[in-house]
């Protein structure tokens, strides 16, 4: 062919981090059949569907089946019924947001990426180690990219103070609970954010799928429990880790109407954006997704999480009985772990697999800054984090 392709894929990984780790964790089982691998990699729930969920999307089914129930295209933004019941859940954290700023999606990592689409090439200030969409889809749109750095020493919570020079016009993105490092902002922290985009009239993409795992009163659960973020934030979130839809598919962004780039608005543009190149959710999803949030799902879906962190408290207890310097799993489902003796990564991670059949997922593939580090997920059974903190114990 004679057609041009896009030349900025030559400057992203040539593999997504999760299907590079599922080919060496291929590998590894097809060599050793046997071996009972333990997989603490993708941040992947485990628990079934919390019933109250399952039996509103089963009802939705069959209302498909019917000609009076029947329903074609959903709405483009969002039923109103799951609009309603997000803006609800805002105003359970004291947040009150307006239902036509809610765009429901299919996810958080779609969102996250076609956001790109209505932005220009403005610059772009990314943490590292940070969740790879926000890296690759600026990247495959040209962007250029300034990293601010987690480290030990700022706990992987980079602030505004630290970058070298100030930025204007930029475009941020941070998350919190952060992927992979599972640190938290407090409040503080997120409005010297907030602040800093205020003063160079840049734009936060706020990436909020981990919220559901806070559990202290002074972390945010949302950027805009911030003063100013209305006018300087848009956030993205997830039903995936908190109602376990990695499999359903479900998630929204919320565009404040006075996010504006000089006369233009954000919001406006994002409307304009899903309308073309989106056809929304499935109603069933929608149905189950607002099943989630209603008095009955959410009790269902905390019990899920707790579960889920008492895994993670397990990991950190052997982590802190070993004197293993670590990040996350208090409010969070991850737990960001110091590879030992200076080891790196990647080498951590063939060692873990191959000695004590344990995937965990090399904090390099997060960015520079993950290179001597680890990144265990609690969303596996109890049982199997029982058992993999017993190899652990051995092998540490
Ligand atoms: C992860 O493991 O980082 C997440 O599961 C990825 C995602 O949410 O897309």
């Given at each position: ?11 992203i ?15 590894y ?14 941040g ?19 209302e ?18 799951l ?40 610059p ?22 300034t ?10 919570l980079?602030?505004p ?16 609970p ?47 429990e ?16 908190f ?8 998630g ?5 109407s ?34 989630a ?23 950190t207890e ?7 310097f ?22 951590f991670?063939?060692?873990l ?33 029982k058992e ?9």
């Amino acid at each position: 062919m004679k057609i041009k392709t896009n030349v900025n894929f030559g400057n992203i990984r040539q593999t997504y981090l999760f299907s590079e780790i599922g080919s060496r964790v291929r590998a590894y089982e097809n060599a050793n059949p046997d071996a009972k691998i333990i997989r603490m990699g993708i941040g992947d729930v485990t628990l079934p569907l919390p019933k109250t969920v399952t039996d509103a999307m089963i009802k939705a089914c069959e209302e498909m089946g019917v000609r009076e129930t029947f329903r074609g295209y959903p709405p483009e933004y969002g039923y109103a019924f799951l609009r309603e019941a997000i803006a609800v859940h805002y105003r359970s954290l004291g947040v009150e947001v307006d239902t036509d700023t809610i765009f429901v999606s299919d996810g958080a990592k779609s969102d996250l990426g076609n956001i790109v689409d209505i932005l220009g090439n403005n610059p772009v200030i990314i943490p590292d180690p940070v969740y790879p969409v926000y890296v690759d889809s600026n990247t495959m749109s040209g962007n250029s990219i300034t990293y601010i750095n987690g480290t030990k020493e700022n706990g992987f919570l980079p602030l505004p103070s630290e970058l070298t020079e100030q930025i204007e016009g930029s475009v941020i993105y941070l998350c919190s609970p952060n992927n992979p490092t599972g640190a938290s902002y407090d409040k503080d922290s997120l409005k010297a954010w907030v602040d800093y985009a205020l003063k160079t009239g840049s734009l936060i993409i706020y990436d909020s799928a981990y919220e559901a795992f806070i559990s202290r009163d002074s972390i945010p659960h949302t950027i805009f429990e911030i003063e100013g973020a209305d006018i300087c934030a848009i956030e993205i979130c997830s039903f995936s880790k908190f109602a376990g839809f990695t499999g359903v598919r479900c998630g929204w962004t919320l565009i404040p109407s006075s996010l504006m780039a000089g006369d233009v608005s954000i919001m406006a543009l994002w409307k304009r954006r899903q309308a073309t190149k989106f056809n929304g959710v499935s109603y069933p999803v929608q149905r189950a997704a607002a099943a989630a949030l209603s008095k009955e799902g959410i009790s269902a879906c905390e019990s899920n999480i707790a579960y889920y962190k008492e895994n993670a408290r397990l990991i950190t207890e052997l982590l802190d009985e070993k004197g293993i310097f670590y990040t996350g799993g208090k409010n969070s489902p991850y737990v960001w772990m110091e590879c030992p003796e200076g080891c790196g990564s990647w080498e951590f991670f063939d060692r873990l697999l191959n000695e004590v059949q344990i995937v965990g997922t090399p904090g390099e593939g997060f960015g520079k800054g993950g290179d001597r580090y680890f990144r265990l997920t609690a969303f596996g059974s109890l049982e199997n984090t029982k058992e993999a903190v017993r190899r652990l114990k051995e092998f540490l």
